[in-house]
């Protein structure tokens, strides 16, 4: 499957922003999907994740009441809705998807995701 984001850009504290991660070569619903983010001189950090079925999500604690992920079987893509931006929040962010994990179930571990996008960039400016 091949994964391709968009919807990165630079908006100020406070401010909301709405990531998509569309796939070809593979439907979504096969897989479970996850948004992940790096900054500069830090290591990659899971966001959210979303099982194949989409009826279970999981969010990292700091993202919890921020940010939001879904998945739209129909248009496969999954989505990554993130309000109340901070500095904190500026990196590049990357969708996965692996098909390691039966229904219900996500992960939170770059090892365990097998195929990735290329990333989008958000800057959230102070």
């Known amino acids: 499957v091949q994964l391709v984001e968009s919807g990165g850009g630079l908006v100020r504290a406070g401010g909301s922003l709405r990531l998509s991660c569309a796939a070809s070569?593979?439907?979504?619903?096969?897989?479970?999907m996850g948004w992940f983010r790096h900054a500069p001189g830090k290591e990659r950090e899971f966001v959210a994740a979303?099982?194949?079925?989409?009826?279970?999500?999981y969010h990292a604690d700091s993202m919890k009441g921020r940010f939001t992920i879904s998945k739209d079987n129909a248009k496969n893509m999954v989505s990554l809705q993130m309000d109340s931006l901070k500095p904190d929040d500026t990196a590049v962010y990357s969708c996965?998807?692996?098909?390691?994990?039966?229904?219900?179930?996500?992960?939170?571990?770059?090892?365990?995701?097998?195929?990735w996008g290329q990333g989008t960039q958000v800057t959230v400016s102070s």
């Open positions: 979303v099982d194949s079925s989409g009826g279970a999500t």
């Open positions: 996965a998807a692996s098909m390691r994990f039966p229904i219900h179930t996500v992960g939170i571990q770059t090892s365990e995701y097998d195929y």
């Open positions: 070569g593979g439907t979504v619903s096969s897989y479970t």
